[in-house]
């Protein structure tokens, strides 16, 4: 695979489906705007709603001025709570794939036409497609203690689904209208890519993989540091066996126009340019 770009196995024979990037951002008014930028030079089927989590800065002043519609929590609940509200939104307003592209500008928008290709959108191959670092070249020094705690992951997520997941913490994700419907109902919050992962598999929705390049971060720093990682893991080591029992609501798709599928996010606020799908 070229260093900086991804291969061009795209999809472009799809133009009916409607696709959105949810941009989950919390104190990201240094690279937001970037990252909205990018995704619609890069890949410009798709929309973008940045969810402001909260942030204290101008992150969604910076996402409006640059074109994406943002929805505003009034105080911080972490990116679980920020992809459910967009997952809600994607749900309401009609969307066929929904993607997550990190706000810190991690993320390379030019793979999200590749991910579309591997996406089970009318009955082929997956429900959600998962940019993976480690079927390659990560394209950038992975710390040691999240190669670490990533390994992890993926030994134990590995025996329970029975099939190879090589990067379990990756954000770099989406799905398809299934996962729409079933992430807009039940999202794991505080670090939920790996549990989101049992989630699917418990529905028997199918996953894969497919090999990508990260940046560094760009502004700000990771919610994880050093001193929590071994909190980290084990939170969520204990969120893995307690998900393999609890019960899970059944994916519902929620009409437009039922109260049920109204609200975004309690106390949430919606903006943005024109030409996007804007909130009641």
Do not use: W
């Amino acid at each position: 695979m070229n260093a900086g770009r991804p291969s061009s196995a795209m999809t472009s024979d799809q133009p009916q489906l409607r696709k959105l990037a949810i941009v989950p951002a919390y104190n990201e008014q240094g690279m937001v705007g970037r990252v909205v930028r990018e995704i619609s030079r890069q890949a410009s089927e798709f929309d973008v709603l940045v969810i402001d989590d909260g942030s204290t800065d101008g992150t969604a002043a910076e996402a409006e001025a640059n074109g994406a519609v943002v929805l505003r929590h009034p105080f911080n609940v972490g990116i679980g709570g920020a992809m459910q509200t967009g997952f809600k939104y994607a749900l309401r307003q009609g969307y066929d794939v929904a993607a997550q592209v990190d706000g810190d500008g991690q993320h390379k928008p030019a793979y999200l036409e590749e991910l579309v290709a591997k996406l089970r959108t009318s009955g082929d191959e997956a429900d959600m497609v998962c940019g993976s670092r480690f079927r390659g070249d990560p394209g950038y020094k992975v710390p040691f203690g999240r190669r670490i705690g990533n390994l992890i992951f993926s030994i134990v997520l590995t025996a329970i689904i029975r099939q190879r997941i090589t990067d379990p913490t990756s954000g770099f994700r989406m799905t398809n209208r299934r996962g729409i419907e079933l992430f807009a109902r039940d999202y794991p919050h505080d670090y939920p890519e790996v549990e989101a992962i049992l989630m699917l598999h418990a529905h028997r929705l199918r996953i894969h993989e497919v090999p990508v390049r990260m940046n560094a971060r760009g502004f700000g720093r990771s919610s994880i540091d050093y001193p929590r990682s071994a909190y980290y893991m084990a939170k969520v080591l204990l969120a893995l066996f307690i998900g393999l029992f609890r019960r899970r609501p059944m994916p519902v798709d929620v009409p437009a126009d039922d109260p049920e599928g109204e609200p975004v996010a309690p106390g949430a606020a919606i903006s943005g340019a024109g030409g996007l799908p804007r909130g009641r």
